[in-house]
T-cell receptor, first 117, second 115 residues
């Protein structure tokens, strides 16, 4: 009955490789997000999609490419991985309010711990 | 611009004693404010939220927070700490004006609970 799920939970890879993280939500939400949590536990938004449309892109290197095939899925592909990409990546989802002017609270997935060697 | 400052990076309490985690925010518009909790190696769970209704907000597991506009604060409290409360707590702000649902996180406060 998982609300927001991510795969894989752990990802260990070499510098220069390309990898993907998948996220799925079964809450019927229309907005999905990717956040990065660094080694000091600081969380920062990377991307946001509403109804498959990119609405937030927070100056993330273009090696990171999110893709939303439908409202329930938001995947993150990372090219040419670097040591500094090592972090925990969280997916989240929420519902836009009926007036469309704001968003309800976000529900987070369990995270994907990426380690780049 | 929005920002959140959590005034303590680490708080340690004894089991059964009160918990106070302090948070100050800055926002150009009427903010929505949240507290999230992260247990070790877990995702984030919403404890409570303020969205312009009552200024005293009750959340899960006995936590509550009070929105004080004059002090730009949203401190989290609990009357009696339990061992299971040991975790990282994040104060979060979001402008209610359409900004794509962007959340701004504080730096986090690690709560330790001693037996």
């Amino acid at each position: 009955d998982t609300a927001v799920s991510q795969t894989p939970k752990y990802l260990v890879t070499q510098m220069g490789n390309d990898k993907s993280i998948k996220c799925e939500q079964n809450l019927g939400h229309d907005t999905m997000y990717w956040y990065k949590q660094d080694s000091k536990k600081f969380l920062k938004i990377m991307f946001s999609y509403n109804n498959k449309e990119l609405i937030i892109n927070e100056t993330v290197p273009n090696r990171f490419s999110p893709k939303s095939p439908d409202k329930a899925h938001l995947n993150l592909h990372i090219n040419s991985l670097e040591l500094g990409d090592s972090a925990v990546y969280f997916c989240a989802s929420s519902r836009r309010t009926s007036g469309g002017s704001s968003y309800n609270e976000q529900f987070f997935g369990p995270g994907t711990r990426l380690t780049v060697l | 611009a929005q920002s959140v400052t959590q005034l303590d990076s680490h708080v340690s309490v004894s089991e059964g004693t009160p918990v106070l985690l302090r948070c100050n925010y800055s926002s150009s518009y009427s903010p929505s404010l949240f507290w999230y909790v992260q247990h070790p190696n877990k995702g984030l769970q919403l404890l409570l939220k303020y969205t312009s209704a009552a200024t005293l907000v009750k959340g899960i597991n006995g936590f509550e927070a009070e929105f004080k506009k004059s002090e730009t604060s949203f401190h989290l409290t609990k009357p009696s700490a339990h061992m299971s409360d040991a975790a990282e707590y994040f104060c979060v702000v979001s402008d209610r004006v359409n900004q794509g649902g962007k959340l701004i996180f504080g730096q986090g406060t690690e709560l330790s609970v001693k037996p």
